[in-house]
């Protein structure tokens, strides 16, 4: 039962290089939302898709992209790096919109991402 | 908007002891409030949710939360502390007008010791 599967779980990158976090999640859940984890400031959101087809900003969506490939799939592009981009990033996922409005997320083991 | 305050960085509690960690909450309308437990270099674990019902939340690992309306605050308590409990401990609110988004609190660390 893999849940929410994050690749790669560690990145190094150079100032303006580019990279794509990729998500997959195998319980048929409809939401999907990429973090970032960031000391001493919690969990902040970048983007969010309601569902398949559709994808919304959150908190801090500068300098990302999202696309939300299929229902399964869910990832986050940086164009171009920098190093305040430097975080943990989670995906995480959820039955909310499928009559469980109150559904808990479901959480990725993260991806470490260093931008030098 | 949406917010949860936890009000301390870190609590430290003897291994048998009962523990506390505070989350406090200001939303608009019915609060739907949750808490997760993260262990070193890991994802992010549900432990327990308040909906509506009892104010008394139980969840895993003999987790249980109160819900206190009058004072705004949903505590994660636990009657006798384990070593393994170790870990850093979100408070979340659901962000009413997202699709499902949870709005974090910072987290508080929690240190038991033998």
């Known amino acids: 039962n893999a849940g929410v599967t994050q690749t790669p779980k560690f990145q190094v990158l150079k100032t303006g290089q580019s990279m794509t976090l990729q998500c997959a999640q195998d319980m048929n859940h409809n939401s999907m939302y990429w973090y970032r984890q960031d000391p001493g400031m919690g969990l902040r959101l970048i983007y969010y898709s309601a569902s398949e087809g559709t994808t919304d900003k959150g908190e801090v969506p500068n300098g990302y992209n999202v696309s939300r490939l299929n229902k399964r799939e869910f990832s986050l592009r940086l164009e171009s790096a920098a190093p305040s981009q430097t975080s943990v990033y989670f995906c995480?996922?959820?039955?909310f919109g499928r009559g469980a409005a109150t559904g808990e997320l479901f959480f990725g083991e993260g991806s470490r991402l260093t931008v030098l | 908007a949406q917010s949860v305050a936890q009000p301390e960085d870190q609590v430290n509690v003897a291994e048998g002891n009962p523990l506390t960690v505070k989350c406090t909450y200001s939303?608009?309308?019915?609060?739907?409030l949750f808490w997760y437990v993260q262990y070193p270099n890991r994802g992010l674990q549900f432990l327990l949710k308040y909906i509506t019902g009892d104010n008394l939340v139980k969840g895993s690992y003999g987790f249980e939360a109160e819900f206190n309306k009058s004072q705004t605050s949903f505590h994660l308590k636990k009657p006798s502390a384990l070593v393994s409990d170790s870990a850093l401990y979100f408070c979340a609110v659901r962000d009413g007008g997202s699709q499902g988004n949870l709005i974090f609190g910072k987290g508080t660390k929690l240190s038991v010791k033998p």
């Open positions: 995480a996922s959820s039955g």
């Open positions: 939303v608009s309308g019915n609060p739907y």
